[in-house]
């Protein structure tokens, strides 16, 4: 694997630590990479009442959209309980995956990743947009 994409996958090791999750206790981190080789990062916030709780994958990116950014290569994920050993691999929920499409081309990668809790990596699948949404609906264009 390409070193962008490994030091990608370690900004989302790192993002997961951040996660505030009480209550799944299922801690998500994700790192973002723009085409001009900003990263920009996201973890899961969940809510009391539940329903606010947002994913890491869309906190990434409405950090990236907010400043500014459009043009995406790639996402690096990590999942896993709180005190687990291994992190197994986790694949973006639904609502995330229609979130990401609005900007995303189909050859965007999502890298999903099985990790040791001391960083080690033990495996990875990368798929694109097209692979884990066929057929999207897009109102428009994504500019
Ligand atoms: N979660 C994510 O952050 N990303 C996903 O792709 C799937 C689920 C979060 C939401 C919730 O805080 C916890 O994981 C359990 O569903």
Known sequence: MEKKYLDL???????????YAPYSNYKVG?????????????????NG???????????????????????FEAIAIVTGPENADVYEMGSPCGVCRQFMSEFCEDDFKIIMTKIKSNGELLDSKEFTMNDILPDRFKLKGNK
Not at 32 to 40: D, H, Q, S, T
């Open 9 to 19: 996958i370690s900004d989302a090791f790192e993002t997961r630590k951040k996660a």
């Open 49 to 71: 009442a539940f329903s606010p709780t947002i994913c890491a994958e869309r906190v990434a990116f409405v950090e990236a959209i907010k400043n500014g950014e459009r043009d």
């Open 30 to 46: 994700a790192a973002l990479l723009c085409k001009n080789g900003k990263i920009y990062i996201g973890c899961n916030i969940e």
